[in-house]
């Protein structure tokens, strides 16, 4: 760089071979025989109750909908019930992202 006293260099790469590297490798590492549990992400007691807890909610949307389509409950507590679960679910994901954060395909390699 002009100025700085680093010494000027240049690194070309042709694209088709850097792409035919890159594809050798991700398909090397698609076919390990333990691929699955490269990327499996260890969870916690808390993950796991959390994940719980998200599924219980969106199974309970899909019950508030099945009580109204069935005319067990009305359109007023439709909404209701609805607003309330929507909103226990979206503090449950947000949780649960939480928890995941930073947390990525086992060991990495």
Known sequence: MAGTGAPRACVNCTQGPVDA??????????????LADVLAIEEDAETR??????????????????????GRIDGKRFAIATEKARAALATAEVALARGNAGRCCGDGA
Do not use: G, H, N
Not at 21 to 34: G, H, I, M, S, Y
Not at 52 to 64: F, P, T
């Open 21 to 34: 590297f890159v594809t050798a490798v991700l398909r090397a590492r698609l076919a390990r025989p333990d």
């Open 49 to 70: 109750k959390l994940a719980a807890e998200v599924a219980r909610l969106r199974s309970r949307l899909v019950a508030i909908e099945d009580d109204y389509d069935a």
